[in-house]
């Protein structure tokens, strides 16, 4: 258990819904990270946050947007959802640190489109 | 940009050892993370290394070279449980996402 946790686990929708995924960092991290993980790719990252501010951002669909609360959890929205949009999402959490800042993995959220 | 470089797919014996390599080429190096996924589970942390040589941990080896955009992962006295993928990561300097390779799909067999 990596002390981030994750929810729902699983989530099924239909074409042009909007879901809202959540996740919760470890205590004492202070950053978060979301990745899409579908079957023909890795990990792509979508999106970082540090103590509420956005810091980097990657791979994401203008579709999907994020944020992160004073309390530190996050939320990922994907609205007019695709198909395509069928994947894992997996919120990490490190510390936050420019040197060694190694990224613990939640469970997921594994999102069907139908 | 960058691109990390690993085989898809290897097979290996219980027991035996297994090393499964990653090239990689960026501009800028802070890091280089590996991660055990198995199927449908999220990543988790095995090792990092930054500096040359080599990091043990237990039956888990993790080894780089800078200079050629190298590292391997070595596994020992491997175990029916150590089936799973194995992703390499890159951390940029001056960033603090990681850059993924696509993974490296192992299967022990008896």
């Known amino acids: 258990d990596s002390g981030v946790t994750q929810t729902p686990k699983h989530l099924i929708t239909a074409t042009g819904q909007r879901v809202t995924l959540r996740c919760s960092p470890r205590s004492g991290d202070l950053s978060v990270y979301w990745y899409q993980q579908s079957l023909d790719q890795g990990l792509q990252f979508l999106i970082q946050y540090y103590n509420g501010e956005e810091r980097a951002k990657g791979n994401i669909l203008e579709r999907f947007s994020a944020q992160q609360f004073p309390d530190l959890h996050s939320e990922l929205n994907l609205s007019s959802l695709e198909l395509g949009d069928s994947a894992l999402y997996f919120c990490a959490s490190s510390v936050g640190s420019p040197r060694e800042d190694t990224q613990y993995f939640g469970p997921g959220t594994r999102l069907t489109v139908l | 940009g960058q691109n990390i470089d690993q085989p898809t797919e290897m097979t290996a014996t219980e027991g035996a050892i297994v090393q499964i390599n990653c090239t990689y080429q960026?501009?800028?190096?802070?890091?280089l993370f590996w991660y055990q996924q198995h199927a449908g589970e999220a990543p988790t942390f095995l090792s990092y290394?930054?500096?040359?040589g080599l990091e043990e941990k237990g039956r888990f080896s993790s080894f780089l070279s800078r200079s050629k955009g190298y590292s391997y992962l070595l596994l020992k006295e491997l175990q029916m449980k150590d089936s799973a993928s194995y992703l390499c990561a890159v951390k940029v300097a001056g960033s603090y996402q990681l850059t993924f390779g696509k993974g490296t799909k192992l299967s022990v067999i008896p």
């Open positions: 960026t501009s800028g190096f802070n890091g």
């Open positions: 290394n930054v500096l040359d």
